[in-house]
């Protein structure tokens, strides 16, 4: 079985998309870099597990970025 995602992390990340939908792709090293300059006082952890679960959201066509009709 799969590991588990805490709300925290699933809201954060969902926030975000749907805040920032231009800020965001499929590359998780991009996304790391994107939510760290976005949240501040973050730790490592928590950043790093939300920017897996970003990817995963858009690797799996879950969340549609780049455009501007994803937050409507």
Known sequence: ???VR???VKRL???LVTTYPGKFTA???HN???VDMLVEGISKRLRNKVAGYITHLIARGLVQV???EASE
């Open 1 to 3: 079985m799969g590991k």
């Open 6 to 8: 805490t709300k925290l």
């Open 13 to 15: 990340a969902e926030e």
């Open 27 to 29: 590359d998780y090293e």
């Open 32 to 34: 790391k870099r994107a």
């Open 66 to 68: 780049g455009s501007e």
